[in-house]
T-cell receptor
Framework: DVKVTQSSRYLVKRTGEKVFLECVQD?????MFWYRQDPGLGLRLIYF???????EKGDIPEGYSVSREKKERFSLILESASTNQTSMYLC????????????FGPGTRLTVL | GIQVEQSPPDLILQEGANSTLRCNFS?????LQWFHQNPWGQLINLFY???GTKQNGRLSATTVATERYSLLYISSSQTTDSGVYFC??????????FGTGTSLTVIP
């Protein structure tokens, strides 16, 4: 079975802190994705990566950056956390071929005070 | 971009009842998935179904790509079926576009 893990289930940070969210997948998938989920807004894509060191902006990249140094690991970085970044963050992975099945991690609930 | 609409937005069922959830999309798609988000936030894959019909136990799904819709059927619902159901489509590249979900509550 595909397994996608995220470093924390719950995280509380203060405004202005630098925050790292880590995601690891064990199925050698080329694509990895970061989404945020907010009530009434559904899932929105922040960034995705289709290969090591490659990244593409999604719909809401402002205030975020990403890093993919190894194929199995995709990190989301909040350079200076703000209260409007309080949200549920979901990581996913899939094979490279367009539109293949996507698998999600358990999510990280981030609260920025 | 593509529009993905799900209906109904909310659904309350008595345990044992059947239901049909619908996903409409505004353009041709390369892929479609149905997910169940449990109360802890985990998105669980139900079906990978760009076209045709699939069944898995009490759940089945049908996608009619030419008419731009997909249906998810839940039979003999159980309280553990409660949660939010999402459909997601790919119409270009690798990006998935999600609907806003159907929130299902199954009452004992």
């Amino acid at each position: 079975d595909v397994k996608v893990t995220q470093s924390s289930r719950y995280l509380v940070k203060r405004t202005g802190e630098k925050v790292f969210l880590e995601c690891v997948q064990d199925m050698d998938h080329e694509n990895m994705f970061w989404y945020r989920q907010d009530p009434g807004l559904g899932l929105r894509l922040i960034y995705f990566s289709y290969d090591v060191k490659m990244k593409e902006k999604g719909d809401i990249p402002e205030g975020y950056s990403v890093s993919r140094e190894k194929k199995e690991r995709f990190s989301l970085i909040l350079e200076s956390a703000s209260t409007n970044q309080t949200s549920m963050y979901l990581c996913a992975s899939s094979r490279l071929a367009g539109g293949t099945e996507q698998f999600f991690g358990p999510g990280t609930r981030l609260t920025v005070l | 971009g593509i529009q993905v609409e799900q209906s109904p937005p909310d659904l309350i069922l008595q345990e044992g009842a059947n239901s049909t959830l619908r996903c409409n999309f505004s353009d041709s798609v390369n892929n479609l998935q149905w997910f169940h988000q449990n109360p802890w936030g985990q998105l669980i894959n139900l079906f990978y179904i760009p076209s045709g019909t699939k069944q898995n136990g009490r759940l089945s799904a049908t996608t009619v790509a030419t008419e731009r819709y997909s249906l998810l059927y839940i039979s003999s619902s159980q309280t553990t079926d409660s949660g939010v159901y999402f459909c997601a489509v790919v119409y270009t590249g690798n990006q998935f576009y999600f609907g806003t979900g159907t929130s299902l509550t199954v009452i004992p």
